[in-house]
C-alpha cells in the first residue's frame, strides 16, 4: 500500500518550526519509500483490502461530502487497494457509467497557481514548476485549504525516480573498463562514419555530463528521455539499462529545474516561503505531477483532479476511448467539471479501473507511475543513430535528413514484435552512405534522395548497417549483468520486491527488445545477395535489364 505522507503536522498543531520541512531529507525520503513493499504483486486481480481506511482519507471523504462534491449515493468511493488508495464501486456501475464529477474549484492547475499568492511570481515558469511550487508551499502551510486533499497524496510511489542507489543498481547493468577509451560500437563508429548508440558508453576521456530533454509543448513536463544522461567517470563507463539513463536525466532536470526556482522565486521571497524547500521536495511534486495529473483535456494541459486522481490503472482494459472528460456543469451554470466514467462494468466491492495509456513502453510506466506490465507491446528499446560530425559528408547529411524531417541524431522507438520505424532503415543508410555511394550525396539528388534511401542502396552500405546495428546490439546485450532465462527464473520465483520486480522486468524486456533487433538485421543479413539495390534498379528503369535480370548490353549492329 502506498504510505501516505505523515511527516507534516495535523491542521490543528501549531505551524512547523521554520527550520523544518515537510518531506525529509533524501536519506529519510530513500528510507522511507525504498522499504515499502506490497502484500501482493502487480498483474494479478486486484485486491480490495478490508482494514478500515486511513483517518486522512475518511476526512478528505468528508471534505469532499460537506463541499457536495460527493454523498452517499455516488457510486465509487476511495479505498485501500492493492496499488494503494483506489476507487472502490458502492454498487455496481455499467458501462462508460460517471463514476465521480469534480467541479472546476477543486481542480489545481496554472490557473490556481496564478490566483494564489505566489501567483505574481510564477507568470514565467513552465506549467509543471509553477504547479510543483504551489504544491509544495501548500503542503507547508498550515492553513492551506488544501490540506485534505494534500494529507491522501503518497509520499513517493514506485518510479524509479524515488528508487535509492542501491535499488537502482538492479538497473544499472555493469561498469566496464575501458581501456583505450573507446568501445566497439564507437569504434565502429569512427571506422564507419556511424554511431549505432545502445548504451550510455562513451570515450572516457574526461568526465561529461551527457543528457538531454525533450520538452512537451503543452505542459512543459519533459519527455521521456532518450539520451543516455550519466556522470562518466574518466576510467570506467557505466552501462546502464535506457531507464536508468532515462531516470538520471529526469533527476538531474528536476534538480536543474529546482535551482532557477530556488534562487529566482523560493530565496528572494522568504515571506511567502518561510521555510527551507529542498530539492527531495521538487522531485516529490514532479512525482506527483508526472503520476497524478491530466493533461490534454479540453484546455487543461496540466491538472490534478482532487479524488479522481485515485483511479488506478488496469492492464486489462485495452479500450483506447478516454474515460475522462471535461464539460459544462449544467444549462444554467458556467463552471466546468471533470467528469470520470468507467471503460467496462464493475460490480459492487470491486475497484474502478481505467488504461492509463495503451502507447507506453514500460520504461515510461516505470517513470511516471512506478509498475510495469507483461505486454509485449510494452516492451521497447530506443535506438539512437548520430550522422557523426566527423564524417566527410556531414553538412550534406544533415541537410538531408532535415529536409526530410530529421536531425543530425534521430531515435528509434523499437517494440518487440513490431515492424521496425519506416524511416529507420532509411536513416541507416544515409548515415552508413559513403564510398562509391556518396555520389548520392550530390545536389542533383537532393529531391529524390530519400527515395532511393529508401530501398537498398548497395551491398556495401546495406552490410555495413546489418554490421553496426547487429554490434552496436552485441555490446549492449553484453553489458547486462544477467541473462534473460536468469531474470524470468526471478520472476517466476515470485514474491519479489515491488521495485525489483520492476528493474528485473525491464532489463529481461530491453534485452528481449535487444535480441529482436539482433534477429531482424541478422535476417537482413543473410538476404543480402537477394537485394535490388539503386544500380540495378537504375538499369532496370533505363530498359537495360532484361526478364531474367540479365544486363542487356548496347551491341553495335
Ligand atoms: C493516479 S495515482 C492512483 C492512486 C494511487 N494508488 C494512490 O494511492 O494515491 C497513480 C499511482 O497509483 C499506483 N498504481 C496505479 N495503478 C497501478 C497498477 N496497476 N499497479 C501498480 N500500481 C498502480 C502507482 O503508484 C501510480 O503511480
Known amino acids: 500500500m502506498a504510505a501516505l505522507l505523515h511527516l507534516h503536522p495535523p491542521l490543528s498543531s501549531p505551524p512547523p518550526p521554520p527550520s523544518s520541512s515537510f518531506l525529509s531529507p533524501a536519506t529519510t525520503l530513500t528510507h522511507l519509500c525504498s522499504s515499502r513493499t506490497k502484500s501482493t504483486h502487480h498483474f494479478k486481480t486486484p485486491a480490495i483490502k478490508s482494514e478500515p481506511l486511513p483517518p486522512a482519507v475518511e476526512t478528505f471523504w468528508k471534505w469532499l461530502s460537506d463541499e457536495k462534491v460527493v454523498s452517499n449515493k455516488s457510486p465509487a468511493k476511495p479505498g485501500?487497494?492493492?496499488?494503494?488508495?483506489?476507487?472502490?464501486?458502492?454498487?455496481?456501475?455499467?458501462r462508460n457509467e460517471v463514476v465521480l464529477e469534480v467541479p472546476k474549484r477543486f481542480w489545481i492547475n496554472p490557473d490556481t497557481v496564478s490566483a494564489s499568492d505566489i501567483g505574481s511570481l510564477c507568470g514565467g515558469l513552465k506549467p509543471w514548476v509553477s504547479v510543483a511550487l504551489f504544491l509544495i508551499r501548500e503542503m507547508m502551510r498550515d492553513d492551506s485549504p488544501w490540506r485534505f486533499y494534500l494529507d491522501v497524496l503518497p509520499e513517493c510511489t514506485d518510479s524509479t525516480i524515488y528508487w535509492s542507489e542501491e535499488e537502482l543498481l538492479e538497473i544499472q547493468v555493469s561498469m566496464i573498463s575501458v581501456p583505450d577509451g573507446c568501445l566497439s560500437s564507437l569504434t565502429l563508429m569512427l571506422t564507419t562514419g556511424i554511431l549505432a548508440r545502445t548504451s550510455n558508453r562513451v570515450p572516457a576521456v574526461e568526465t561529461v555530463w551527457y543528457g538531454g530533454v525533450v520538452y512537451d509543448g503543452l505542459t512543459g513536463l519533459p519527455k521521456i528521455l532518450h539520451f543516455p544522461a550519466m556522470k562518466f567517470d574518466p576510467n570506467h563507463t557505466f552501462a546502464g539499462t535506457q531507464l536508468l539513463s532515462t531516470t538520471t536525466g529526469v533527476k538531474e532536470y528536476v534538480k536543474s529545474e529546482f535551482l532557477k526556482v530556488e534562487k529566482e522565486i523560493i530565496l528572494p521571497n522568504e515571506e511567502l516561503f518561510p521555510f527551507p524547500v529542498t530539492s527531495d521536495d521538487f522531485l516529490w511534486a514532479f512525482g506527483m505531477l508526472r503520476s497524478r495529473a491530466f493533461s490534454r483535456l479540453r484546455g487543461q494541459n496540466l491538472v490534478l483532479i482532487p479524488l479522481a486522481d485515485l483511479i488506478n490503472h488496469s492492464p486489462s482494459i485495452t479500450t483506447e476511448d478516454y474515460a475522462w472528460e471535461i464539460k459544462g456543469a449544467g444549462l444554467f451554470s458556467r463552471d466546468l467539471i471533470f467528469s470520470l466514467r468507467s471503460p467496462i462494468p464493475v460490480k459492487a466491492g470491486e475497484q474502478v479501473l481505467i488504461q492509463y495509456d495503451l502507447n507506453k513502453s514500460n520504461g515510461e510506466l516505470a517513470l511516471d507511475y512506478g509498475f510495469i506490465e507483461s505486454r509485449s507491446d510494452r516492451k521497447g528499446y530506443t535506438l539512437t543513430l548520430d550522422i557523426s560530425e566527423s564524417d566527410a559528408n556531414f553538412g550534406d547529411k544533415l541537410d538531408i535528413a532535415e529536409s526530410n524531417g530529421m536531425g543530425g541524431t534521430a531515435y528509434f522507438d523499437i517494440v518487440l514484435g513490431r515492424p521496425l520505424p519506416s524511416v529507420m532503415l532509411p536513416y541507416l543508410r544515409l548515415v552508413a552512405l559513403?564510398?562509391?555511394?556518396?555520389f548520392l550525396l550530390e545536389s542533383i539528388f537532393r529531391n529524390s534522395i530519400w527515395g532511393h534511401l529508401e530501398l537498398p542502396v548497395s551491398r556495401a552500405n546495406e552490410e555495413l548497417i546489418c554490421q553496426v546495428v547487429r554490434n552496436a546490439c552485441k555490446s549492449a546485450l553484453s553489458g547486462y549483468r544477467t541473462?534473460?532465462?536468469?531474470?524470468?527464473?526471478?520472476?517466476?520465483?515470485?514474491?519479489?520486491?515491488?521495485?525489483?520486480?520492476?528493474?528485473?522486468?525491464?532489463?529481461?524486456?530491453?534485452?528481449?527488445?535487444?535480441?529482436?533487433?539482433?534477429?531482424?538485421?541478422?535476417?537482413?543479413?543473410?538476404?543480402?545477395?537477394?537485394?535490388?539495390?539503386?544500380?540495378?534498379?537504375?538499369?532496370?528503369d533505363l530498359g537495360l535489364v532484361g526478364e531474367q535480370g540479365e544486363i542487356i548490353f548496347w551491341e553495335p549492329k
Do not use: H
Open 483 to 540: 541473462t534473460i532465462e536468469e531474470d524470468v527464473e526471478l520472476m517466476k520465483g515470485g514474491n519479489l520486491d515491488p521495485r525489483l520486480e520492476i528493474a528485473v522486468g525491464i532489463r529481461a524486456g530491453e534485452k528481449e527488445v535487444l535480441q529482436y533487433i539482433d534477429g531482424i538485421f541478422e535476417e537482413r543479413e543473410s538476404e543480402l545477395d537477394e537485394y535490388e539495390y539503386y544500380q540495378e534498379r537504375r538499369l532496370r
Open 434 to 438: 559513403g564510398g562509391t555511394d556518396a
Open 80 to 94: 485501500l487497494v492493492q496499488e494503494g488508495l483506489g476507487l472502490v464501486a458502492q454498487r455496481d456501475i455499467g
